[in-house]
């Protein structure tokens, strides 16, 4: 999801400021994704450009609130619409990394796999035991969230497996020395 659909999402349920925005943002992620109040001020004056949102006058406090338009709200039905396509997603940084471990020369691979497969376990049994402290249908937002990171580390300790396991598969046998014929009467004659 790019912070851009991620505002509009939010200022569908009114108009809000950065500041406001970020901390809705981290709030419905579960702090998943932390966002910089840069990075929502320049999402912002790129939706306002682009007319899917426009700025208020400015509070006596002196923050300027923005709210959708129709534009906005119609580019963000769209955006719920459309289902994600793999293609769409972010390269996944793992399989990149293990792709180039098993061509680089001196790379430990299972030693990566490992000790990727421990870090994984590790945030596993942390999405869990998050889980089990959220309760109630005003979680249910962050609730839908942790679950799909506990789904996606399970999804990564079978891949893993996987991998090692392929790698077993695949490894290089081990060179046999070289096989020396039976001596027969014939050699033990030349030798004597």
């Not at 580019?75 to 619409?81: G, Q, R, S, V, Y």
């Not at 430990?108 to 990727?116: E, F, K, L, W, Y």
């Not at 421990?118 to 839908?144: H, I």
Request: with cysteine.
């Amino acid at each position: 999801m790019s912070i851009k659909y991620g505002l509009l999402a939010l200022l569908q349920r009114g108009t809000m400021y950065g500041y406001q925005l970020r901390t809705s943002f981290e709030e419905s992620t579960g702090g998943t994704w932390p966002l910089n109040i840069g990075q929502v001020y320049t999402t912002l004056s790129r939706l306002e450009r682009d007319d899917l949102v426009r700025s208020l006058p400015e509070h006596d406090g002196g923050q300027r609130p923005y709210e959708i338009t129709d534009a906005g709200r119609a580019e963000l039905a769209t955006w719920f619409a459309t289902p994600i396509g793999r293609g769409d997603r972010p390269r996944d940084e793992l399989a990149i990394k293990l792709a180039l471990a098993l061509t680089t020369p001196g790379v430990d691979v299972p030693g990566i796999i490992q000790a990727q497969r421990t870090a994984t376990m590790r945030m596993l049994q942390e999405y869990t035991r998050m889980k089990q402290r959220t309760a109630g249908p005003a979680d249910l937002s962050w609730r839908l969230v942790l679950e799909s990171m506990i789904f996606q580390a399970e999804a990564e300790v079978r891949w893993l497996d996987h991998c090692e396991a392929s790698l077993a598969r695949h490894a290089p046998l081990p060179t046999p020395p070289p096989a020396t014929a039976p001596e027969t009467v014939h050699d033990k004659e030349k030798t004597a």
